[in-house]
């Protein structure tokens, strides 16, 4: 079966142009720019270079855990574990700085914590056969347990001037965070695109029999898919924890919805093996500009979680639509 962006390829060939096949590739892109006119409209400060500094800044944690969900969800998997990884990679990270840790050191141990705890999804999950869903709803519990018991609860300080640039420095003027999450999305689109790892991940989402006896190692490729998950998830929480100058155990929570709505809204269907990067980031700019515009018109923080979960719903909604 011809993957949607093959048939556009065809039909631009042929000089045909479906209006279906054409919102299918560029719905995300139309929403995002409606909503920046609509913005730039009801807000007199939207298009300010500093707001939309902002904007790419408070969107950068959610982008690069959006990144490592959209290997697992092409997989027809699902990472509900990404939030609490966040919050054990930074509480990790900064308390080994806190403990005279060179910061490189601590920041690479709290990535090495996503790494482990994404090793252990896939492995569940690839070699034992349990459900993504499961696996990892569990591992979203434990995860996030294990942060209250290693913080005893409470917020640890961060100090080391190094570990905060990562999160709240500056290059040029433009937060560092945004340099990371540009760097990560040109490192994924180019392993999803060009290698042969992400045509495997591709392969499986769309048929994991077929792909398995075609001589792909289902296995291994599963595993390595929700190892990137977690090293992106370890990653976001030593950015946070930089950003928040401590590492906390609430943080992250709630961050798997944001990053699998991403996901779903740049166009990755949820029984995999169809969806891009580029993609998801198109998605994580809807979110935040989304958020952004919300607080710029003072809607309330309890009417902007009825408004995101409404919009996750209908992302889902538009998975399904595009499915048909």
Known sequence: MKTDMTVLQTNRAKGKWNIKELWNQYSTIV????????????????????????V??????????????????LTGGIDLSVGSTVALSGVISVMLSQQGVNAIIAMAAGVAIGVAAGFVNGYLTAKVKLPAFIVTLG???????????????????????????????????????????????????????YTMFGRHVYAI???????????????????????????????????????????QPTAGVGFELDAIAAVILGGTSFTGGVGTIRGTIIGALIM?????????????????????????????????LRTK
Do not use: H
Not at 56 to 73: D, H, P, R, Y
Not at 297 to 313: D, E, F, H, R, T
């Open 31 to 54: 929403i995002l720019v409606l909503m920046c006119v609509v913005l730039s409209v009801l807000t007199s400060n939207f298009l300010e270079v500093n707001n939309l500094l902002n």
């Open 139 to 193: 591992s979203f519990t434990y995860i996030r347990g294990l942060a209250y018991v290693v913080s005893a609860g409470y917020p640890i300080v961060l100090t080391d001037p190094l570990f905060k640039f990562f999160g709240a420095g500056d290059i040029v003027g433009i937060p560092t965070p945004i340099f990371i999450m540009a760097f990560i999305y040109v490192i994924t689109f180019f392993i999803l695109k």
């Open 56 to 73: 790419l800044k408070q969107i950068s944690i959610i982008a690069i855990l959006a990144a490592g969900m959209t290997f697992v969800i």
């Open 288 to 320: 935040g500009v989304l958020s952004n515009g919300l607080t710029l018109l003072n809607v309330s923080y309890y009417w902007q979680l009825v408004i995101k979960g409404a919009v996750i719903i209908l992302a889902v909604l538009l998975d399904r």
């Open 205 to 247: 989402g769309g048929n994991e029999e077929a792909a398995s006896l075609t001589g792909i190692k289902v296995g291994a490729t599963l595993i390595k898919v929700y190892v990137i998950s977690g090293l992106l998830s370890g990653l976001a929480g030593v950015v946070l924890a930089g950003r928040l100058y401590s590492g």
